[in-house]
């Protein structure tokens, strides 16, 4: 089980993925905006980031280079999941210190094999 923490700021989106997070042993906890969720990283320290793109405010990409940049967080892997799917999206995720990249609408198998390849190291 790892605890993981939800930066998303749509409720369907955090709703499904959670559902499919803790099906699987996870406990998950979910932020609204990349601020919030920032915040709550470095409050937490959770074993897995899986962040959307699109949010208010700050984006995930932002958000994600921000969290790999501070040495509080820096070792937290983080997974974007995100409907921007060109190949420069995911280049440009992996670039901000991403460990993974899943496209929107992910399946909950693709979802778990991401989160546990990542987690596994």
Request: hydrophobic share 40%; net charge negative; proline share 5%.
């Amino acid at each position: 089980m790892a605890r993981i923490l939800l930066i998303e700021d749509s409720p369907t989106d955090t709703a499904v993925l959670t559902q499919w997070l803790e099906r699987h042993g996870h406990q998950v906890t979910a932020s609204g905006n990349a601020e919030d969720g920032i915040a709550a990283c470095k409050r937490e320290r959770p074993d897995l980031v899986l962040m959307d793109v699109v949010l208010p405010g700050m984006s995930g990409f932002q958000a994600t280079r921000a969290l790999a940049k501070d040495a509080d967080t820096s070792g937290i892997p983080i997974i974007i999941i995100s409907t921007k799917g060109m190949e420069t999206d995911k280049m440009w995720g992996l670039r901000q210190g991403a460990k993974g990249y899943i496209v929107k609408p992910p399946t909950e198998d693709a979802l778990i094999s991401q989160v546990n390849a990542v987690l596994a190291g």
